[in-house]
């Protein structure tokens, strides 16, 4: 394997750390490197093959994400609660499916009680025509 370090994108490192809130410090315990090797990944780009693949892991990504931008598309950056636009659209379809089933429901309930109070009404009126004096109204 080829020892000389490697070009990779210093800038897209930092905006991965940065964006799961990451001290240099943190990358480097989770990634099992030393500060100062994240320190000079961030601040020249270069990295032995060993360091790509570790940072890689780390962040969860493949290790060609990390190369410097030669047609690699940048990644999103993830929310900071870590969900993706993709889930966070899927969560809010469900919350307004679920409020259109429940409005739903209280239509036909609303509608089925308004139906049977109206019947109701119409019995004690037809009742109390008949013979007012028993008419408890």
Same mark, same amino acid.
């Given at each position: 394997?080829?020892?000389?370090?490697?070009?990779?994108?210093?800038?897209?490192?930092?905006?991965?750390?940065?964006?799961?809130?990451? !001290?240099?410090?943190?990358?480097?315990?989770?990634?099992?490197?030393?500060?100062?090797?994240?320190?000079?990944?961030? !601040?020249?780009?270069?990295? !032995?093959?060993?360091?790509?693949?570790?940072?890689? !892991?780390?962040?969860?990504?493949? #290790?060609?994400?990390?190369?410097?931008?030669?047609?690699?598309?940048?990644?999103?950056? #993830?929310?900071?609660?870590?969900?993706?636009?993709?889930?966070?659209?899927?969560?809010?379809?469900?919350?307004?499916?679920?409020?259109?089933?429940?409005?739903?429901?209280?239509?036909?309930?609303?509608?089925?009680?308004?139906?049977?109070?109206?019947?109701?009404?119409?019995?004690?009126?037809?009742?109390?025509?008949?013979?007012?004096?028993?008419?408890?109204?």
């Amino acid at each position: 394997m080829n020892n000389e370090p490697m070009k990779i994108d210093a800038h897209r490192v930092k905006a991965l750390r940065e964006a799961r809130g990451w !001290s240099q410090e943190h990358l480097a315990a989770v990634a099992g490197l030393s500060p100062r090797t994240v320190q000079r990944l961030e !601040s020249d780009g270069r990295a !032995s093959h060993e360091s790509r693949m570790a940072v890689a !892991s780390a962040f969860g990504v493949k #290790p060609g994400h990390l190369l410097e931008a030669d047609g690699v598309p940048p990644l999103p950056a #993830p929310a900071a609660n870590g969900m993706t636009a993709a889930e966070r659209a899927r969560i809010i379809l469900w919350i307004v499916s679920l409020v259109l089933a429940v409005v739903m429901f209280q239509m036909v309930a609303g509608y089925t009680l308004g139906k049977d109070a109206a019947r109701r009404d119409n019995r004690i009126n037809q009742a109390c025509k008949a013979d007012p004096a028993n008419c408890d109204r």
